[in-house]
């Protein structure tokens, strides 16, 4: 992740701060990949997206290679504007493309767009699209509530968002 100044109206191209996505930078097992980033809005925290995909065969089957896949959370230095890690938040599913934090700031969904086949002992199970439910603490942290399966057959469910309820 990294942070850059805005200067008379301009990004200033020299990175401020950088600051690791992964829970375990030096284990990358497979292509890993960064994605979606929200900031909360109190402006207190980051979150980011971590996902991975890559496939094995495993008995004639092409399986999860291995990865991380969570949601990273950055406790923003208000004075400094640095992104600290305190937390990285398992998915439980596969891949998630996007996620977004309900406008009041309360819960984040992360969606999952393809479902995946896991190595499960010496068996193979698939882990469905769909969607991961956190609630999001005071401190910014993330607990994860549930997961719910979407049923994507041949296609891809590509973005999700959230919109607030009329009053």
């Known amino acids: 992740m990294c942070m850059y100044r805005i200067e008379n109206g301009r990004i200033n191209p020299e990175i401020a701060y950088r600051a690791e ?10 292509r890993q990949a960064a994605g979606t980033v929200h900031v909360h809005p109190n402006g207190r925290f980051l979150y980011g997206a971590n996902r ?22 950055y ?4 004075a400094t504007g640095e992104p600290i890690p305190i937390q990285h938040a398992d998915t439980h599913k596969i891949h998630p493309r996007t996620f977004h934090i309900d406008p009041s700031g309360r819960m984040l969904v992360a969606q999952h767009n393809l479902p995946a086949n896991i190595r499960d002992g010496d068996s ?7 969607l991961s439910v956190f609630r999001v603490g005071d401190d910014g942290k993330l607990t994860f509530l549930r997961a719910h399966d979407v049923e994507v057959g041949d296609k891809t469910m590509f973005w999700m968002g959230m919109v607030p309820l009329p009053a």
Do not use: Y
Request: no cysteine; net charge negative; aromatic share 4%.
């Open 21 to 30: 996505t992964l829970a375990e930078p030096t284990n990358i097992r497979a």
């Open 124 to 130: 193979v199970k698939t882990v469905p699209a769909g």
């Open 52 to 73: 991975a995909e890559a496939t094995t065969e495993f008995q004639g089957k092409q399986v999860f290679k291995g990865g991380e896949n969570s949601i990273v959370v």
């Open 75 to 78: 406790e923003i230095d208000q």
